[in-house]
Structures are given as C-alpha cells and as structure tokens.
C-alpha cells in the first residue's frame, strides 16, 4: 500500500535529496517519494514519511540505507552509443585531435571520464569507440587510454563493473557486428570482454562531493543524461567544478537537450549538424 507524504514531509525530503546528492524533486513530484519509497517506509518499519525522514537525515550517503533511497528515486535508464550522433562526434571529430598529439609528444595520456556511468553501457561504449579507433590506419589510443567511470548508485556500479548484459538490454544501440567482437556468451548473457574492459576504472562518486580526489584533469567528460534532474543552483556549482579537473580545450558532452550555456562562462558551445557539445576555453 501506497503512504501519503504530507506536504511539510515532502518540503523536508526534497531539500534533503537536493542537498546531498543535488537533485531537484519538482512540486508535482510528491506522488513519486509515496510511490518509490513506500516500500522503504515500510521496511525501515516506519509509521510515517516523518518519521522515515529523521532516519535518512542521520544516515551517510553511502550507507546501504541511503543508497536504497537513491536507487529508489534515481533513473538508471541508459544505453550504448546513447544518442548516436555525439558518440560520432566523439570518435570523428574528438579522437582525431588527441591522436595528433599524443604522436606530436604533446601528451602522454588520454584520460576520460563518464561521470555518471549507471550500468556501464555509456563508458564501455567509450572503451569500444577507442578500440574501433585503433583498428583505422595510424590509430593507437587504446594504450594511453584511461577511462573513470564513476556513478552514485552502488547498485547501477556493481552491475556496470560486472559488464554482464541480457540480450534486451543488447539490443539497445549496439551495432550488432560488436556483440561477437566485444562480447563473449555466457549463460544466456553477454559478457564484456577484458579488451574493452581494462580500460576502465569503476568508483562509486557522487556529483555533489570534492572532485580533487579523482584522477584528472580529465581530456574529455561525457555527463550526460543526468544534470537533468539537477538544480540550477547545483548546475553552476557543478560546471564550475569540471571546469578545475578539466584540461583546457578538453571537450564536454552533455545528454540531448543538457546544456552548459547560461550556468558557466567557462565553456564554449560546439555546433555540429545540430549536435552540441562543449569545449573548455583556452584562458
Ligand atoms: C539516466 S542515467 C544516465 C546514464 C548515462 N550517462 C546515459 O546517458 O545513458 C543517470 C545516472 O545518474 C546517476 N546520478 C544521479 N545523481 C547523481 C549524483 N549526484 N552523482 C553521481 N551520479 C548521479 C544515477 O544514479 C544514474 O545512474
């Protein structure tokens, strides 16, 4: 059965989700905490949304009380090659430049970060455009390549880090001479192969905490599909923040629709047949 939350329980629930982890529950979106999180209310053995409220007020954000929260209320919905088009971009326009330096000694590696990776499917699809870049003549990334792959969400990491896939979830963007490339069969799943895989690292991260401890600065940022459900507020904060773990001239992609225009100065907007990314003015 579904719990009602009262309006000053909603008032205090949102500010504390926008304050630990920058999301903004809009108004209407009262009916989403009774829907998602009775259960938890339940479980926790709570009478009231109150009284559940005091309990995650004094729980760390990565205690598996308040991680169920955040599964709870965050989507984890994704795909490979998310979009098409800025993944394009990506291997077309982005990867060139930093094959040109790295053999002009201009840089000694090429460090990407996926930054709110969920099941995996965004960084591994990163990982694959790499590898199809070293398969083109004069193409060698790979071996300088190091990709973070970092997400709130214990759960959306552990099965991102398990690189394991039935075949619905397969059969959303991949090209499907990659599954027998990329991918070996095991019990009815696909498994992602070591190839693809060591490129990357996985890290529990969450947005709203200091990014000094990552291993930038990073070339190229993909943060894309989740500033979304942030606050403008959190939005400056947050652009102002890649900005210092970013290379100058690095490239920032952002889901359809996100944009870093009007909340930073600091990044200059790319056009490409429609498709926006951005990039980090040179000072
Ligand atoms: C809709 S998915 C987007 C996945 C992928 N980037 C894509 O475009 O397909 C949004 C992800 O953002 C994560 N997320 C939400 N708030 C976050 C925060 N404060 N810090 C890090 N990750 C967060 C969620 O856990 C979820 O996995």
Redesign the pocket.
């Known amino acids: 059965m579904t719990l009602t939350i009262a309006a000053q329980e909603f008032a205090l629930f949102r500010e504390l989700l926008h304050d630990?982890?920058?999301?903004l529950l809009p108004d209407n979106k009262k009916y989403l905490l009774e829907t998602r999180l009775s259960g938890l209310v339940k479980d926790a053995r709570c009478i009231s949304f109150g009284q559940f409220y005091l309990m995650t007020k004094t729980a760390s954000v990565h205690s598996a009380f308040f991680q169920s929260i955040?599964?709870a209320i965050?989507?984890?919905?994704?795909?490979w090659f998310?979009?098409r088009k800025p993944f394009e971009i990506f291997a077309g326009q982005v990867l060139p430049l930093y094959q040109d330096s790295i053999r002009a000694g201009k840089q000694q590696t090429l460090k990407i970060w996926?930054?709110?990776?969920?099941?995996g499917?965004?960084p591994y699809s990163i990982a694959m455009s790499i590898l199809e870049h070293d398969g083109l003549p004069g193409g060698n990334l790979a071996a300088y390549t190091q990709i973070l792959a970092?997400?709130?969400?214990a759960q959306?990491?552990a099965l991102a880090q398990n690189g394991r896939y039935d075949s619905l979830s397969m059969g959303r963007g991949l090209p499907n001479h990659y599954i027998g490339k990329y991918f070996t069969p095991e019990n009815n799943q696909w498994l992602i192969n070591n190839s693809v895989r060591r490129l990357i690292t996985f890290k529990q991260?969450?947005?709203?905490?200091p990014m000094a401890g990552l291993f930038g600065p990073f070339d190229i940022i993909?943060?894309?599909?989740?500033v979304?459900?942030?606050s403008d507020i959190f939005k400056k904060q947050l652009y102002n923040n890649l900005r210092r773990v970013m290379k100058p001239g690095g490239f920032l992609f952002l889901?359809a629709g996100e944009s870093a225009s009007g909340y930073s100065e600091a990044f200059e907007m790319l056009d490409r047949d429609g498709i926006i990314y951005f990039r980090l003015k040179i000072e």
């Open positions: 630990r982890c920058g999301i955040i599964d965050t989507t984890n919905e994704t795909l998310r979009d996926s930054a709110a990776c969920s099941t499917q965004e970092t997400d709130i969400s959306a990491l991260f969450n947005l709203k905490d993909f943060l894309r599909n989740v979304i459900y942030f889901g």
